[in-house]
């Protein structure tokens, strides 16, 4: 392939005939070697950049601000990539200075040349097809990249809160699985009163279930866009009916009910939507790093530990001690969940940072939250699958540690009162005596009195009635 002479304001550059892409994205490419992650690393933000563009050319044309034959053909180049095709011109890094303007011209290049040789054309023959005033128009990098990253954020909280799904239909599985398991629980690592593991592992679905909702509220949030604000949301260099037009079309290429806010101002600079779906983010990942600390812990020995529970056996756990395994599955939900954790703090700062009429910092925003969602999707589908769906259960060593406690005395309590309870406490520790035979040897409560009494159903249950 030859060369073509493209050029901006900047100077005049030679661009290879075999790339889609401009003289900007080209700028972009030598200035931006940050992290690279490119654009083609996140198809779905491609996508959404694409369906704007899509959006906007549609509503041009029935403002009568462009004529039908450039906007079929931006169109045609729009569901081109939509399809699945020309994601490898996507090529400027995530990490940019100028508040996304490379990732927008990325698409307009990219799409004017696609709709240009559709059009019969070469590629970089701007006069028929210009990525400024045909695939642009109407629009702002400020309003058409924060546009593309809340219809991606739509999409990949739709992603995470199906994973989320999988994962808490799992620990239901073993809830059920381990219903009449018992077994000891414990607060501050220290023994406590009886529960079953299957109640253990219903937990974790309740609290799953509840972040669930959580995100689908945050979802919400992305649906309020600012397109049509143009520049600082004035609506600058765009028709007056505009925003209500790309609004109609805008949900008809989506499939969603987006709205433009009715203070594009406002709606241009505020950053408040990223800081809440990211505050959600942490606080799933906070809690899904909670529940692998306790399989952990659950899994523990298997000889000098807990070891109420097996976790599959999934790789050697070490290259210096045969036959140690690790769990390794849990860790590596933690280690995400920690990065989670941590990319909160940059999206806080990041949208902290903005200064009067826009905040420049939604690339690293955009990135923060692209990859804390697909890590926490895939870190979902990893404990489910390799981890959560193989669990087995020592039942033995459950009812062991429930009937050697010393937690067990609370549920005499109410039959023998505290201080008693309190004394055979302190003597089991003291012997390693078991709380029923001291019971029983200093009369307190018959044999069979304490054999109901350590039923599981009165240790599991609300039992107590009101005295006559």
Do not use: W
Not at 182 to 202: C, H, N, S, W
Not at 327 to 349: H, K, L, R, S, Y
């Amino acid at each position: 392939m030859g060369t073509r002479k493209e050029h901006d304001f900047i100077g005049e550059l030679e661009i290879s005939d075999d790339v889609y892409y401009g003289v900007q994205t080209f700028r972009a490419v030598e200035n931006f070697d940050i992290s690279h992650d490119r654009l083609q690393n996140f198809p779905r933000f491609v996508r959404a950049l694409v369906r704007v563009k899509k959006a906007a050319a549609m509503a041009n044309c029935e403002l009568g601000l462009l004529d039908k034959e450039k906007e079929q053909a931006i169109i045609k180049a729009c569901d081109k990539i939509l399809e699945g095709g020309y994601y490898e011109q996507f090529v400027v890094d995530m990490f940019q200075g100028g508040a996304g303007t490379s990732t927008n011209m990325n698409a307009n290049e990219v799409i004017a040349n696609i709709g240009l040789e559709l059009m019969g054309h070469k590629k970089g023959e701007y006069k028929y097809l210009h990525p400024n005033d045909h695939v642009n128009l109407s629009q702002s990098t400020n309003d058409a990249y924060p546009t593309a990253l809340k219809i991606a954020l739509h999409n990949y909280l739709s992603d995470l809160a199906e994973a989320m799904e999988h994962l808490k239909k799992s620990y239901e599985k073993k809830a059920v699985e381990f219903k009449d398991v018992l077994k000891m629980g414990r607060t501050q690592l220290q023994d406590a009163v009886p529960m079953t593991l299957g109640r253990e592992f219903q937990t974790f679905a309740v609290m799953i279930a509840e972040d669930i909702q959580r995100v689908l509220e945050a979802r919400k949030l992305v649906l309020e866009i600012n397109l049509g604000g143009t520049a600082i949301g004035t609506g600058i260099n765009s028709h007056p009916d505009y925003p209500k037009v790309v609004e109609k079309k805008i949900r008809e290429v989506t499939g969603f009910d987006y709205t433009v806010a009715e203070d594009l101002i406002e709606a241009t600079q505020d950053t408040g939507a990223y800081v809440q779906i990211s505050g959600v983010l942490k606080r799933v990942a906070t809690k899904l790093s909670k529940v692998c600390n306790d399989l952990r812990l659950l899994s523990s020995g298997p000889r000098c530990g807990l070891n109420e529970i097996n976790l599959p056996k999934m790789q050697p756990g070490s290259s210096i001690m045969p036959g140690k395994v690790n769990p390794v599955i849990p860790e590596v939900v933690n280690q995400v969940c920690f990065f989670v954790i941590g990319a909160d703090v940059t999206v806080t700062f990041a949208c902290e940072g903005g200064q009067l009429q826009l905040n420049v910092f939604e690339p690293v925003v955009a990135y923060s939250l692209f990859n804390s969602i697909i890590m926490l999707e895939k870190a979902m589908h990893t404990l489910a699958d390799k981890c959560i769906d193989n669990i087995t259960a020592n039942e033995k060593v459950c009812a062991d540690f429930v009937y050697n406690s010393v937690g067990i005395v609370t549920a005499l309590n109410p039959y023998i009162g505290y201080e008693n309870s309190a004394s055979i406490a302190k003597e089991a520790m003291n012997t390693g005596k078991s709380i029923a035979d001291i019971a029983l040897t200093r009369g307190l409560l018959s044999k069979e009195q304490i054999d109901e009494i350590l039923t599981p159903a009165n240790m599991l249950n609300p039992h107590m009635t009101a005295k006559k």
